[in-house]
């Protein structure tokens, strides 16, 4: 596996308040945006941006808010939208016409809410492993994260135990990288340790998640996109969150979209070697608009 390598912090003042970022590559180049998954924040971005950030590309992924170093907001201020005015308040700050987006998971609805709000903006979309409506067994395994947000614990090893147990082992196919994410992901409390992940936030994104419709975002993939498909399930027996009559349908409405396969699970897809390959592959691919 490549070198994980830390990231430069970023801090940005939006509307909504401060975002916390991370990036990787020259300040120069052009701009690729990472946006997390529902329960993670820009750390979750540590081995994509390591490899890859260059000095023809710079990845900066974001905290959304509620996560990481990124101010929560009130009630009734989350879901995709709200998010996406804040991935396009930072891209402007960039003052770059255009950028590629890669999201994973939840970040792939907020990336394409992104493309719906602002057309032209994106240049290349990948999502990283969401399209459509998942397997409603892969719905209820992943939704088993989020009892470790909130509560206090008395050591990160208390946490990490947590977190390793509520996957069902699904972080074990990866585990030394979540260990490393899920150290950084604490802060000190009275009586221990808690999350950086806000609570409150995650449990409003995931209602306002459920009540969606993804689809509504395809006609807005006009640019090129990449699905990247994990194909382990979180658990034995439940099925993928991107199922193969999602990809069927995708294709057939977006002739610019294409789907790679790669043998990892939900949770460990973003950490994976084959993953990084084919996005570099896609992102760096001369003339793909034309040719797609």
Known sequence: MATVIEGTKLDFKVKSGRMGALRWGSPAAPLVIGIPGLYSDERAFEFLGSTLGSESRQVVALSLRGRGRS???ATGSYGWPAHARDVLEIANLFGQEQFDVIGWSFGTGVGGQLAASAPGRIRRFVSIDALGIPDPSHMAAAAAGAERFGVVFASPDDYVQ??????????LECDQAWRTYLNGNLRR???GFISLTNKAAVLEDAQYMMKQDPDAFWPALTMPVLIVRAMRPLLPGIGLAVTQEACDRLTKIAPNARVVEVDA???CVVMAEATVEAIASFLDRPHLEANA
């Open 71 to 73: 101010d929560a907001t």
């Open 162 to 171: 947590r977190a390793f147990a509520g996957s069902g082992a699904a972080m």
């Open 189 to 191: 409390t009275n009586g």
């Open 265 to 267: 699970n939900h949770l």
